[in-house]
């Protein structure tokens, strides 16, 4: 079984990203073929709130803001697909995608989504959509994920919109990037992520010298033995091939 999660930042009713996202995933599942659990959340249906800045996430690996993304995170730690849709709103993610992004920033330092995949969809009427698709490609990198796809469909064109043919043809030429990026098992992006894994045990390794022990990312790296991997490969194998689990 393969499991879903998609993020849909927009607090619009009649949104675009959301039916996107939706017939994105549709299409999906019925060309993989394969048992797939699609959850689609949109962030205007919870509470979210602003990240206090207090960094006890950093320290202490828990937030002492109460809301839904307890819930939203252990929903995406339970998956293997991970989409972040957002519109475009002035050159950037809209503002419940940011305060969403901003509340998971421990995930940046523990690469907490090793192992999983993800897919970038942003929809825009005519400009900044390849900023924002780098920008949140570069958040899943950094969180550990391999991007599979990042796609921006735009909406300049109201007439055409939501006409079945030319939404199809958009729709199908993504899906059949992103299942040519599974079945070659492609993981370019990994690259990079090799370099943010060095300089995160480097970090890491330097505070654990130090004794610096009060803090929840040197924990979670020696906890979960992520300092002992030579390569940020080397522990997504793990995960993918004998199913490590990071806790
Ligand atoms: C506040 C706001 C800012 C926007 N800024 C941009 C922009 O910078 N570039 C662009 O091409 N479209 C922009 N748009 C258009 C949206 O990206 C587009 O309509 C998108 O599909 C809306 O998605 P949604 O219905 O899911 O909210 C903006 C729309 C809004 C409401």
């Avoid at 995406?76 to 849709?85: G, P, Q, R, W």
């Avoid at 519109?87 to 421990?106: A, E, Q, W």
């Avoid at 400009?127 to 300049?156: E, P, T, W």
């Amino acid at each position: 079984m393969t499991n879903i999660c998609a993020i849909v930042g927009t607090k619009c009713n009649k949104s675009n990203t959301a039916y996107f996202t939706k017939k994105l995933l549709a299409h999906l599942k019925e060309k993989l073929n394969t048992d797939i659990n699609i959850n689609i959340y949109n962030l205007h249906d919870f509470k979210i709130e602003y990240c206090n800045g207090c960094l006890t996430c950093r320290k202490e690996g828990n937030c002492p803001v109460k809301d839904d993304m307890k819930f939203l995170k252990t929903e995406m730690i339970k998956s293997d697909i991970i989409v972040l849709a957002s519109p475009v709103y002035i050159h950037n993610i809209s503002g419940i995608m940011k305060t969403f992004l901003d509340r998971l920033c421990i995930w940046n330092h523990t690469m907490r989504l090793a192992g999983k995949k993800g897919i970038i969809l942003t929809t825009t009427s005519s400009s900044g959509d390849i900023q924002v698709r780098n920008y949140l490609k570069n958040i899943l990198l950094h969180m550990g994920a391999v991007s599979i796809g990042d796609f921006n469909i735009c909406v300049d064109f109201p007439q055409e919109l939501y006409i079945e043919s030319k939404e199809n043809f958009i729709i199908e030429n993504a899906v059949s990037k992103i299942i040519e990026k599974i079945k070659n098992n492609d993981m370019t992006s990994s690259l990079i992520q090799e370099v943010i894994f060095n300089n995160l045990k480097k970090v890491i390794n330097r505070g654990i010298e130090n004794n610096y022990t009060k803090n929840y990312e040197i924990f979670f790296w020696e906890n979960n033995g992520l300092v002992n991997y030579n390569s940020f490969k080397e522990l997504t194998n793990d995960i993918l091939q004998n199913g490590k689990e990071l806790k």
